[in-house]
């Protein structure tokens, strides 16, 4: 609002012009409509793929909480405990490995691999929106969104997988119980830890 000037006091001040109703366009109505439904559903989205990661029992040198809870997740799936082979792919021996592995990985390499358990963590958002990340889903809706990794024909999917279980592969068939198990030497005259 906009007042004159005067030499008289505020009191005898006047106002120029009538306050106008603040009016909107149905342009700007449908812009601040499409805005706010976009933002509503980002924050949907992003509130079902953010999480609290328990922290760990034990220290890993390179392993953050949210990535030992995606790999023993993973790890229990790809190997499960109880069979014929002791222990699992989820482990806390298992997971010492994976995180030692990634001592020998140049760092470029090393971020390539840490990148797999958030792809498989948050890659649920990709085939449904909203969907919750990995370690949220049920059990029975993260066996089947898990097989779909397993059973994938997009070549991307099925690399990701195979990357996935060659880290496993690296690391838990080293294992002196699991190649004992097995009967095999230990490999390459590794250290028997």
């Known amino acids: 609002m906009t007042y004159s000037h005067s030499q008289e006091g505020p009191e005898d001040l006047e106002p120029e012009q009538e306050a106008q109703p603040f009016l909107l366009s149905r342009r700007q109505i449908l812009v601040l409509g499409t805005a706010a439904t976009a933002l509503l559903s980002t924050a949907y989205a992003t509130m079902r793929q953010v999480g609290c990661y328990p922290t760990p029992a034990t220290s890993y040198t390179h392993l953050t909480p949210k990535e030992v809870a995606v790999l023993t997740l993973l790890g229990d799936f ?23 592995f990634f001592d020998g990985l140049p760092p470029h390499k090393r971020r390539l691999v840490r990148a797999l358990p958030q792809v498989f963590e948050h890659g649920s958002g990709l ?7 990995m ?23 099925a690399q990701l997988w195979t990357a996935l279980k060659t880290v496993y592969s690296l690391t838990y068939f080293e294992r002196p119980d699991v190649l004992a198990a097995m009967s095999m030497p230990t490999l390459c005259g590794g250290p028997e830890r």
């Open 135 to 157: 370690t949220r889903l049920p059990s029975e809706r993260l066996a089947d969104y898990l097989d779909q990794w397993a059973y994938a024909r997009v070549t991307v999917k």
């Open 78 to 100: 790809l190997l499960p405990p109880g069979g014929d082979l002791p222990g699992s792919a989820g482990d806390v021996e298992t997971l010492h490995r994976i995180d030692h």
């Open 127 to 133: 085939s449904r929106f909203g969907a919750r990340s």
